[in-house]
């Protein structure tokens, strides 16, 4: 089956959603760049996922890694975790042609803010990335949707109102991620 990658246009614009989830993060947490950078992550898109990392049932998939996963060439400080963002880009394409009023740039907004909570929580021991209790992962998905809300809900962004009524604290409607 064949799976819809982001076009270069799209890249472009998956980037600037990046930083405005950087920025919008960072402030919220009142974040110094030195403190940024103890949360270490890398994005990917579609092109870059193979196998399980590939998923149709959420925008985006957390993964975490340490470092002797990753290799000695990686520069993260040892014991440091790192995660990866990996962008279901085909998912995310099917829901802009269902609704014509989500747009790319503040979903992608929301996403990206809504794993970066979740890298800040991570790694600040707010939750355990791997927790298989249903309950508290049901609890930290409110959590972390009830704070991208709070985080975004001032932003002046075209068509994130519009995204925002799917995710106040009482309606979650779309699976944005899985971990």
């Known amino acids: 089956m064949y799976l819809q990658h982001f076009t270069k246009e799209q890249l472009g614009i998956v980037s600037e959603a990046l930083d405005i989830a950087e920025d919008m993060t960072s402030n919220y947490y009142q974040l110094s760049m ?63 042609k269902r609704d014509h009023e989500l747009k790319l740039l503040p979903l992608l907004a929301y996403v990206l803010t809504h794993e970066l ?33 709070e985080i975004l809900k001032e932003l002046s962004l075209p068509n994130l109102s519009h995204i925002l009524s799917y995710y106040t604290p009482s309606r979650m409607n779309i699976d944005i991620c899985m971990f």
């Not at 992550?41 to 470092?67: C, M, N, V």
């Not at 890298?119 to 990335?129: A, D, M, Q």
């Open 117 to 149: 909570v979740h890298i800040v929580r991570f790694c600040t021991y707010k939750e355990r990335f791997d927790v298989t209790e249903e309950v508290r992962r049901s609890r930290e998905e409110q959590v972390v949707h009830q704070t991208t809300y």
């Open 34 to 96: 030195t403190q940024w950078k103890r949360h270490p992550f890398d994005l990917k898109t579609l092109k870059q996922l193979f196998g399980e990392d590939i998923r149709d049932d959420a925008f985006a998939l957390l993964k975490k890694y340490r470092r002797s996963e990753l290799g000695e060439a990686e520069p993260i400080p040892k014991g440091r975790e790192f995660y990866i963002i990996c962008l279901q880009d085909h998912h995310i394409i099917r829901a802009l």
